[in-house]
């Protein structure tokens, strides 16, 4: 039950998320989009957005296995993914979402492995995996 809950709420915080790319969040998450990155920003932002979308609604219509457990692992591939935007607003100093120093953006930076972990449990990811790769 609890594993439900979580999927839940990790799937109407993607929902909300993505949707803030789409709309009133989008200048602010122009400082997640690192500048060696060789697209323009703007589409980075709404391509993620959509992304973000789409993956909030798989983790809210999606709970049967082994399908709940793809979901979270394409769900935690991409947190690592977007991983590195998290590390250049830090390296590239910018502020966003109230993260306005370097402590602030490191922390921050701390809490990306949480969300892996968090996809991945509340989907039953590797429990599922596990059982369908040991021998019957």
């Known amino acids: ?3 439900v809950a979580a ?3 990790l799937g109407l915080i993607l929902l909300a998320t993505g ?3 789409l ?3 989008r200048e602010e998450f122009h400082a997640q989009v690192p500048t060696w990155i060789p697209l323009d920003a703007g589409f980075v932002v709404i391509a993620s957005g959509v992304v973000e979308v789409l993956l909030g609604l798989a983790l809210l219509t999606v709970w049967r296995q082994p399908y709940r457990a793809i979901v979270g692992a394409v769900v935690a591939a991409f947190f690592v993914a977007i991983f ?5 607003q830090f390296t590239e100093h910018r502020d966003a979402f109230g993260l ?3 402590l602030d953006r490191g922390v921050r930076l701390l809490f ?4 892996v972990v968090w996809a991945l449990a509340a989907t039953h990811a590797v429990r599922t995996y596990r059982r369908r790769e ?3």
């Open 134 to 136: 040991s021998p019957a």
């Open 7 to 9: 999927q839940a709420l």
């Open 19 to 21: 949707t803030g790319h």
């Open 112 to 115: 990306q492995p949480l969300l």
């Open 1 to 3: 039950m609890i594993a």
């Open 100 to 102: 306005d120093s370097d």
């Open 84 to 88: 590195p935007g998290n590390i250049a």
């Open 23 to 25: 709309t009133v969040l």
